[in-house]
């Protein structure tokens, strides 16, 4: 029998307390190497469609507060084109789709400012209801944990959508809904662990 | 932002979770609290996971894969090392223009951050990050100096071996990773637990890089190579069917 050849994938090992130094050493206080952080915002001024700001925190099991986690969103424009390299067409010019969120070193909060991403078709066609992916490391996370925010004012296109619909346990579905707290203002906590656990995704 | 080659398009591989660290590992003490409980909710790949952002050559200064010279553009003090190797995928193939960042202690073993304490001092030329972006075929290098083992509160007398923090892209966010680097021959490695998260021996030994002599410059420095391996993307003529079909 012949061998498969493919290669294995380079083992995940926690970003550690000091993430902030290598991805961003100016928020951190480290400034002189880079002109700016990368993933300051995943909009420029003109991206089109409404805009909302998203803030929260990321707790562990013993309901501490992380103040050294950091996540990067990934997210469609408001039509539900992502930039780059999305099969179906370029996006809008001025939405990059991708921040780099750390965590207020003093308080724990968390906050993005950024467009409702619009619907983006789920492999068979059916439309995924809006949302933004997240990927979030740091120290004691020993592979990045995936998750999304969806939004809870998209009652029918949560409804519709089949990511959401293969969560068994419909009780925790409350914790991918960023909730609506003004008018485009959002809160989203993000639970590690325990009671309310953030469901968190294998894909 | 760039627009990628339509051969990296295709639905992920799905990820060996037996082969990374698992999320609860009690040897490392802080995963205990911060791992999840409950199971993952598995799914195959969407467009979210297969679409990424990119970067562009004109982000990259010239200095920023040297972290000898580029915190104040006087040298680092230390034992001055060549990092490369190749950005590939799980199909073997060099994954080009995808950015390669990384963050490391000094030579005496400490960071540039205010949480870190140890009694070794900070070095005035060493900044502790850099990145580039990988070439045509998928190449990267730092230039860098080795950084030193450090003690961390875990168990009572736990010292990380010498390592290099290194966070990669892909073509998709879904193949977003980090991980760190460590040296051949060190002794601390066996001994660390944040090492020892892993499982398999034969995966800790993807994480080990080799003295590479052919890479290291005589009267200048030594070279160690590492390659980065990212999650596989299919290809097939039989995944080009309409959406919905």
Partial sequence: MQGLDYLKETPSQTAGPYVHIGLVPNALGNPGIYPQDLGLSPIREGAKGQRITISGRVIDGADMILRDALFETWQADAEGLYPGNDPRGPADPNVTGWARVAADFDTGIWRLETVKPGRVPFPDGRPMAPHISIWLVARGINLGLQTRIYFEDEEAANAECPVLARIEHKARLQTLLAKRTGPGAYSFDIKLQGENETVFFDI | ?245
């Fill in chain 2, 1 to 245: 932002m760039t627009l990628s080659n339509a051969i990296d398009r295709g639905p992920l591989f799905f990820r060996d979770r037996d082969w990374h660290p698992p999320a609860y590992t009690p040897g490392y003490k802080t995963s205990m609290t911060r791992a999840p409980h409950r199971a993952l909710v598995a799914l195959g790949s969407t467009l979210s996971e297969e679409t990424g952002p990119a970067f562009g050559h004109d982000m990259i200064g010239v200095l920023d894969n040297n972290l000898v010279m580029n915190f104040t553009g006087q040298p680092a003090i230390g034992e001055r090392i060549i990092m490369h190797g190749r950005v590939l995928d799980e199909n073997g193939r060099g994954v080009p223009n995808v950015l390669v960042e990384i963050w490391q202690a000094n030579a005496g073993g400490r960071y540039r951050h205010k949480k870190d304490g140890y009694l070794a001092p900070l070095d005035p030329n060493f900044g502790g990050c850099g990145r580039t972006l990988t070439g045509p075929d998928g190449r990267y290098e730092f230039l860098t100096v080795r950084p030193g083992a450090y003690p961390w509160p875990n168990h009572v007398n736990n010292w990380r071996p010498m390592h290099i923090h290194i966070s990669v892209f892909g073509t998709g966010f879904g193949q977003r990773l980090i991980t760190q680097m460590y040296f051949e021959g060190d002794p601390l490695i066996a001994k660390c637990p944040i090492v020892n998260t892993i499982g398999q021996d034969r995966a800790i030994q993807a994480l080990v890089a080799p003295l590479d002599m052919n890479r290291a410059i005589p009267m200048d420095c030594l070279a160690y190579k590492f390659d980065i391996v990212l999650r596989g993307r299919r290809q097939s003529f039989f995944e080009n069917r309409k959406e919905g079909m």
